[in-house]
């Protein structure tokens, strides 16, 4: 069975620096990936996805994700923090058709 | 409505009583999710409705907990006998179709909180 394991359940940079949110997956098949956001007093909502084509992957916010297969990783990064991005992430998997697995998720605080 | 629909917004509950949450999800969405979101548990994986197929059920806590979909589009989650260890935010979320690396749409969930 897929599952995924995030490192850090808090994680604090400063504005301006760079971001790094780790994620581990574990799947039988090729998977999809996400990652998801939830900012405060907010739902989630979806930052990006791998579905097995580029493995670079872009999403909002001028966040993005590397699928390295060797590494059973897909970790989250952001060149340049902003007081905006404090919120917590959450990175998921699925096994094709199968259902969407979550990680625990990891607070990111931003310091000024 | 154009988002994922969920009710009651905030529940409390004594001990032992019965609770039912209620999703209505985006309309011509197939698949169907119930996660529930604790401090330090992230999001855990309940239950799985994918068109007319057998529900997955893999993630439900205990036999206290049963969910219906009916009609391929409006779901409850039922819980029986509930424990203080149930409150947490319970996520109803939709999407288009099964294969679609789909994208899930979540509603703003159902707080529970058992007495």
């Known amino acids: 069975a897929q599952s995924v394991t995030q490192l850090g359940s808090h994680v604090s940079v400063s504005e301006g620096a760079l971001v790094l949110l780790r994620c581990n997956y574990s799947?039988?098949?090729?998977?999809?990936l996400f990652w998801y956001v939830q900012y405060p007093n907010q739902g989630l909502q979806l930052l990006l996805k791998y579905t097995s084509a580029a493995t670079l992957v872009k999403g909002i916010n001028g966040f993005e994700a590397e699928f390295k297969k060797s590494e059973t990783s897909f970790h989250l990064t952001k060149p340049s923090a902003h007081m905006s991005d404090a919120a917590e992430y959450f990175c998921a998997v699925s096994e094709r058709d199968d259902k969407i697995i979550f990680g625990k998720g990891t607070r990111l605080h931003i310091l000024p | 409505g154009a988002g994922v629909s969920q009710s009651p917004s905030n529940k409390v509950t004594e001990k032992g009583k019965d609770v039912e949450l209620r999703c209505d999800p985006i309309?011509?969405?197939?698949?169907l999710y119930w996660y529930r979101q604790s401090l330090g548990q992230g999001l855990e994986f309940l239950i799985y409705f994918q068109g007319n197929s057998a529900p997955d059920k893999s993630g439900l806590p205990s036999d206290r907990f049963s969910a219906e979909r009916t009609g391929g589009s409006v779901s409850t989650l039922t819980i029986q006998r509930t424990q203080q260890e149930d409150s947490a935010v319970y996520l109803c979320a939709s999407s288009l179709r099964r294969g679609f690396g789909g994208e899930l749409f979540f509603g703003e969930g159902s707080r529970l909180t058992v007495l």
């Open positions: 309309s011509g969405h197939t698949a």
């Open positions: 799947s039988s098949v090729p998977p999809y």
